[in-house]
């Protein structure tokens, strides 16, 4: 049996009010759906696969553990450039989205504020 750390705990019920939300039974998978995308998308919204760190909020997100998106997201018809194909074990098949570089306060930021900074990233991003 897993027990949730308490500010993960917080973090998770902010953000269900918000997004229906699922996770894994050891709190290390977080899954968001109907994450609204930006116009440009070939989908309105999308389902957004996180793996949560164990150290969260230290380090966040993206950083040592990695974000995921459906693998045929395309914007303005062109395949995102940050947008790698991948296999989730035991959660299907994912694109693992490359999103390293975000700037992350700890004590102020919450998965909130995580997503809405994936989704400024994803307003004008690099296609291929």
């Known amino acids: 049996m897993f027990n949730c750390p308490p500010r993960l705990a917080n973090d998770i019920t902010v ?3 918000v ?3 699922s996770y894994s039974d050891d709190f290390k998978w977080l899954t968001v759906r ?3 995308l930006p116009p440009g998308f070939n989908y309105i919204t999308t ?3 996180m793996e949560i760190p164990r ?3 230290r380090t966040p997100i993206g950083v040592s553990n990695y974000v995921y998106l459906r693998p045929d997201l395309r914007f303005y018809g062109r395949r995102l450039k940050d947008l790698h194909d991948s296999v989730t074990p ?3 098949y994912w694109a693992w989205f490359c999103y390293q570089w975000i700037k992350w306060d700890p004590i102020r930021d919450d998965l909130v504020t995580l997503l ?3 989704r400024t990233d994803l307003t004008n991003p690099k296609t291929v």
């Open 19 to 21: 997004y229906p939300l």
């Open 90 to 92: 035991g959660w299907g």
């Open 47 to 49: 389902e957004i696969l």
């Open 34 to 36: 109907d994450f609204r």
């Open 116 to 118: 809405e900074m994936i």
């Open 55 to 57: 150290d969260y909020p």
């Open 15 to 17: 953000l269900s009010q």
